[in-house]
């Protein structure tokens, strides 16, 4: 067993602050006080038990119902790290998205865009022993989310990471190269680090496409330390 690496904090501007002026609804969800730290029981630390066995793998966004969705079929693959290069290996992986018209599967969207109905835009996924982690999906696309006149969100796919327990959960956003969106969109340069920024950019990679079927995009994801990809929490637990 190896020995334990000593917690490393984020570097000062490689993860975004709580309360960001230019993303209006960090002004209202801010905390205004300091936070309470409250000790986690075995309970929260350690359950539910989260595997294949009680929440069933969901690897391919691009059908439903035997039916192919709309839009640009793409692979997405990457490995989860610690902040040793350590792979983490049977973490829980949530996958969530907007359609190829820029449009999310849920009753509060009402963008003008239409619906499809073969793509709910949600996935499931487990690391393996290496940490490596893919799925099939559908190339999302922009849409308009009035933080400001005239907003366009970039291009993106939310991911949420467990480790052994609903407390032990981290959110990010991937992005994609090349977007001309990006300089412009708050929540992506709420990070001020123009490197912590570039770690949420997959690359387009040519070993995860699959030749006449999809093309393929690399995302790994670091936990923590100095090359940590830049989560929505704010500090790391």
Same mark, same amino acid.
């Given at each position: 067993?190896? /020995?334990?690496?000593? !917690?490393?904090k984020? $570097?000062?501007?490689t993860?975004p602050? @709580? /309360?960001?002026?230019?993303?209006?609804s960090?002004q209202i969800?801010a905390?205004? @006080?300091?936070?309470?730290?409250a000790?986690h029981?075995l309970t929260e630390?350690?359950?539910?038990?989260?595997?294949?066995?009680? !929440?069933p #793998?969901?690897a391919?966004?691009?059908?439903?119902?035997?039916?192919?969705?709309?839009?640009?079929r793409?692979i997405v693959?990457?490995r989860v @790290?610690?902040?040793a290069?350590?792979?983490?290996?049977n973490?829980? #992986?949530e996958?969530w998205?907007a359609?190829?018209a820029?449009?999310? &599967?849920? #009753?509060?969207? /009402?963008?003008?865009?239409p619906?499809?109905p073969?793509?709910? *835009?949600?996935?499931? #996924?487990f +690391?393996?022993?290496?940490?490596?982690?893919r799925?099939t999906?559908i190339?999302? *696309?922009?849409?308009p989310w009035r933080n400001?006149?005239?907003a366009w969100r970039? $291009?993106?796919?939310? %991911?949420?990471?467990f480790?052994?327990?609903y407390?032990?959960?981290m959110i990010t956003?991937m992005? %994609?190269?090349? /977007?001309p969106?990006?300089?412009?969109?708050p929540i992506?340069n +709420?990070?001020?680090?123009?490197?912590?920024r570039?770690? @949420? $950019?997959a690359?387009?990679?040519?070993? $995860?496409?699959e030749?006449e079927?999809?093309?393929g !995009?690399?995302?790994?994801i670091?936990?923590?330390g100095?090359s940590?990809?830049?989560?929505?929490?704010?500090d &790391?637990h």
């Open positions: 067993m190896s /020995d334990p690496i000593p !917690y490393a984020p $570097v000062p501007g993860q602050p @709580l /309360d960001s002026p230019a993303y209006r960090t969800r905390p205004l @006080l300091a936070p309470i730290r000790p029981t630390a350690s359950s539910p038990r989260l595997s294949p066995a009680h !929440y #793998v969901q391919d966004m691009s059908v439903h119902g035997g039916k192919q969705a709309m839009g640009e793409i693959a990457g @790290l610690d902040e290069g350590r792979p983490v290996a973490s829980m #992986v996958i998205q359609n190829a820029g449009r999310y &599967h849920h #009753v509060r969207d /009402d963008h003008d865009a619906l499809d073969n793509f709910e *835009g949600h996935a499931r #996924v +690391t393996d022993a290496e940490g490596r982690y799925f999906t190339r999302p *696309g922009a849409y400001h006149h005239n970039p $291009v993106h796919i939310h %991911f949420g990471l480790g052994i327990g407390a032990q959960r956003q992005y %994609f190269p090349g /977007d969106l990006l300089p412009l969109d992506f +709420t990070t001020a680090d123009e490197a912590a570039q770690r @949420l $950019v690359s387009f990679d040519l070993d $995860v496409t030749p079927w999809a093309l !995009y690399r995302f790994d670091t936990l923590r100095p940590a990809t830049p989560f929505e929490e704010g &790391h």
